[in-house]
Structures are given as structure tokens and as C-alpha cells.
């Protein structure tokens, strides 16, 4: 059965608020991306296509990890989702290695906040690149 919510003026108004919230997302300047809990993209700004070379196409619905290398040891993947998906807290890497669409690599740091529900459960990942260098 079918949602009725998806035919409501309170959809309609959202759906709106999403198209101006994108406008002041793609702004930003720093790439930054919209993750749901599992670390899926479902948001990319302009940035992330400029920084990394890939298309919103090829960025939505994979993980960063698939587009962007996993080039730390297991151990810190698994630090990292003990913060965010765990303790709810950001969590920060310093001197990240990231790999653009075209295979070479870029460092960065990256700040990932967990966004939580009124719950207090995991809504989204919004995960943030800042302080590049293409000398690594």
C-alpha cells in the first residue's frame, strides 16, 4: 500500500525545503557527503565531484569506501564506526589518503558527524574533507 504522506501538502513543503537545503550544501566548498546508517551515499555537494572527479551518478548509493580506496588497516575502520555508529560521536582523521575517480591520491582530513533522530538514533553520516594536499 502505497504511502498517503507522499501526496501531502507536508511532502510537497519538504520536498521544497530539500531543493533549497541542496542549493546551500552545494555551496560549501569543502567536499561533504550524506551517508544513511550502513555508510551508503545518498548525498554528494558539487565539491566532492570537483575535489574527487566523480559524478553524482557514480557516487550515490555506493559506500566511500569503494570510491575513495580504504587505505587504513582494519582497525581503524573499526575505531571509526565504534564513534559514530556506537558512542554517537564525531570522530576525526588527520592525514586521510584518498583516491580521486582517475587513481591518483589526495590527502585530506575528514570530520564525520552522526546525525540522530529525535530517538536518539542513528538518521545520517555527514561526513566532511578539509586541509587537502596533493603532495603525499
Request: proline share 3%; glycine share 8%.
Amino acid at each position: 500500500m502505497r504511502n498517503k504522506f507522499y501526496t501531502t501538502k507536508s511532502f510537497q513543503e519538504a520536498l521544497r525545503g530539500a531543493v533549497k537545503l541542496k542549493g546551500g550544501l552545494d555551496r560549501i566548498t569543502d567536499p561533504m557527503i550524506i551517508t544513511d546508517e550502513d555508510g551508503i551515499i545518498l548525498f554528494a555537494n558539487e565539491a566532492v565531484a570537483q575535489r574527487a572527479g566523480f559524478t553524482h551518478g557514480e557516487l550515490i548509493g555506493k559506500t566511500p569506501g569503494e570510491l575513495w580506496g580504504n587505505n587504513k588497516d582494519e582497525s581503524f575502520y573499526e575505531y571509526m564506526w565504534q564513534t559514530i555508529k556506537v558512542d554517537k560521536k564525531p570522530f576525526t582523521a588527520t592525514n586521510m589518503v584518498n583516491r580521486r575517480r582517475d587513481g591518483t591520491y589526495y590527502g585530506c582530513d575528514v570530520r564525520i558527524y552522526p546525525v540522530l533522530d529525535d530517538d536518539k538514533n542513528i538518521a545520517y553520516f555527514m561526513g566532511i574533507e578539509s586541509n587537502y594536499s596533493d603532495s603525499i
